[in-house]
């Protein structure tokens, strides 16, 4: 069965430059999920989209954007990047409108950004 | 808002049965969710629980108690490779800010 892909899986980054991280989500899953999990912490609701529009936004950076394409698939777009952004970055996706019941979230395999 | 608890760390032997307890506090509940993730690894579901009672699936079962903010995830015939990490989250908002607990770490010992 098909799964959340995510693009890059390794990311090397230096303070201050951008990074672009790539969700494809499960086929026809319509809501995409980004997470930030640091070494040893569980991981951390940052923005969910449904059909492309901005569903929830948790502990965002405001440095941080991302967006949900036509095709579903979500970038997470982060600048002016800081030591403390080295974290894996899982995206996962579900499908069903959001605020009418929970569905089960399939992650994606994450990528991991170091900043140095 | 949410808070959930986990115990931090677990060791069990293989061939057993343990139990990992998570209790939670939510604004609004909206289900419980249990997964398992290896280190470096996504998290992977295991199960979901809405209502009262036992959810079993193979090895793995699942409890909920919504009156007393109380779930369970009991793995059987334990295998070495169940060592992992066992993350309860309880979703904000229907889903949409999913809340996970500090996680359980099993450690399964020959």
């Known amino acids: 069965a098909a799964g959340v892909i995510q693009s890059p899986r390794h990311l090397i980054k230096e303070k201050r430059e951008t990074a672009t991280l790539k969700c494809y989500p499960i086929p026809r899953h319509d809501t995409v999920y980004w997470y930030q999990q640091g070494p040893g912490q569980d991981p951390q609701f940052l923005i969910s989209f449904y059909e492309k529009m901005q569903s929830d936004k948790g502990s965002i950076p405001d440095r941080f954007s991302a967006q949900q394409f036509s095709d579903y698939h979500s970038e997470l777009n982060m600048s002016s990047l800081e030591l403390g952004d080295s974290a894996l970055y899982f995206c996962?996706?579900?499908?069903?409108?959001?605020?009418?019941?929970?569905?089960?979230?399939?992650f994606g395999p994450g990528t991991r950004l170091t900043v140095t | 808002g949410q808070n959930i608890d986990q115990p931090t760390e677990m060791t069990a032997t293989e061939g057993a049965i343990v139990q990992i307890n998570c209790t939670y506090q939510t604004s609004g509940f909206n289900g419980l969710f249990w997964y398992q993730q290896h280190a470096g690894e996504a998290p992977t579901f295991l199960s979901y629980?809405?209502?009262?009672g036992l959810e079993e699936k193979g090895r793995f079962s699942s409890f909920l108690s919504r009156s007393k903010g109380y779930s369970y995830l009991l793995l059987k015939e334990l295998q070495m490779k169940d060592s992992a990490s066992y993350l309860c989250a309880s979703p904000d908002n229907y889903g949409q800010n999913f809340v996970f607990g500090p996680g359980t770490r099993l450690s399964v010992l020959p």
């Open positions: 629980n809405v209502l009262d």
């Open positions: 996962a996706s579900s499908r069903g409108q959001p605020g009418l019941r929970s569905y089960e979230q399939y």
